[in-house]
């Protein structure tokens, strides 16, 4: 699975800017020093200016991301605490609603103001999980109506054992046995061999090699893309566009990256945050810290 940076429109700045906006004003980066690049050829010299945000252009990203300046948070979790200790509140729940609330801008069309566009590949599993998301994003993936190349299947490095207290899920034990019981069925839970760490992936290896064999047999046969691609599963690898903006990929990065989300989801959204932040370094740390 991978994350690939594209294109992207405005800076911190912009931001800072959509905001004030309102206001009929306009704040200018800060050049605190300059980089020297030297030109061989010509002989000469390039000071290229070394830019930051200045003190006040962050503490407003951080009201508009927040609704609050941090002192005012500051006085709201001293207060969350009192309670705590004088009513007999659990403070940690209390506190965790707090944090959800702070995660929620109350004055987000400035970050809408941004564009990202990012190249993805990932199974498609993990492609319908991040699909959901669709408030300020533009989706454009690869069909296979009109592309026949051989296909690519995820495959991943631990098979997890279903979660015992929820519905969904995952646990943190290691499934490493798959094989047939007395009664012909696949058995779990058996006593783990030194040998049988590889069983699994043995097994969906050669199903992935049928499938893949049969999805090319039916093209050469002439069946139309559009029904071959009935067989493929849903482990096969996708690709698409991506475009939204601050708000709306910071909204993917929370909740995808919550520890109930799907661990392959997780690894994608940690690698879009990964190519945001350096962008938008003081924006994406106040909207999703």
Known sequence: MEVTYIDHMGTDLSVVNAARVSFGKKSEWDIYDYDEEVHLESRSITLIPKKRLEDKDKSLIQFLARGCTSGDWEKILDDVHSAAEVDGFDESDVEDILKHVKNMPTHWTPFGHTAITLHIKAP??????????????????????????????????????????????????????????????????????????????QSVGVAYAQLRELYEEMLDSGVCPEQARMVLPQSMYTEWYWTGNLYSFANVFIQRTDSHAQREVQEVAQQISDVIEPLFPVSWEALVS
């Open 124 to 201: 498609i599993f993990v492609a319908r999980q991040l699909g959901k998301h669709q408030v300020g994003m533009v989706w454009n993936e690869v069909s296979r109506r009109y592309v026949k190349d051989t296909p690519d299947f995820y495959v991943p490095d631990v098979w997890r054992a279903a979660a015992f207290n929820v519905k969904q899920g995952s646990s943190d034990e290691e499934v490493t046995m798959l094989c047939m019981g007395d009664d012909g069925y696949q058995t779990r839970g058996l006593p783990k061999l030194s040998h049988s760490s590889g069983r699994i992936r």
